[in-house]
């Protein structure tokens, strides 16, 4: 069974910085694309970031992009979301996800993607 595990949420202060890990198992993700989606009390989920199988592009929500960066390390089977300059309205539980089969785009939709993690909490104060 694939299991998707989120670390690395917690409490900061605006303008502070971050570091998400998510850590899969049961099977590799290696030739699968990942991403983050993050959802907010009251709001929908939205998305957050994306990353390519062999991470060699990324895509962004406008709202985070020149202060996120995702990455991965296909041999620990784990993907990264480097937060800075957080603002308050970061605030959110932040989900890591994967494709459930290769496919060569990025998407930004949460349809597109097949497992799931519980989510971490990012709390940023102002």
């Known amino acids: 069974q694939a299991q998707l595990v989120e670390s690395g949420g917690g409490l900061v202060q605006a303008g502070g910085s971050l570091r998400l890990s998510c850590a899969a198992s049961?099977?590799?993700?290696?030739?699968?694309?990942m991403g983050w989606f993050r959802q907010a009390p009251g709001k929908e989920r939205e998305f957050v970031a994306a990353i390519r199988w062999n991470a060699g592009s990324s895509l962004y929500a406008d709202s985070v992009k020149g202060r996120f960066t995702i990455s991965r390390d296909n041999a620990k089977n784990t993907v990264y979301l480097q937060m800075d300059s957080l603002k308050p309205e970061d605030t959110a539980v932040y989900y890591c996800c994967a494709a459930g089969h290769p496919t060569p785009n990025l998407m930004r939709q949460a349809p597109a993607y097949d497992y799931w993690g519980q989510g971490t909490q990012v709390t940023v104060s102002s």
């Open positions: 049961g099977r590799t993700f290696s030739s699968h694309n």
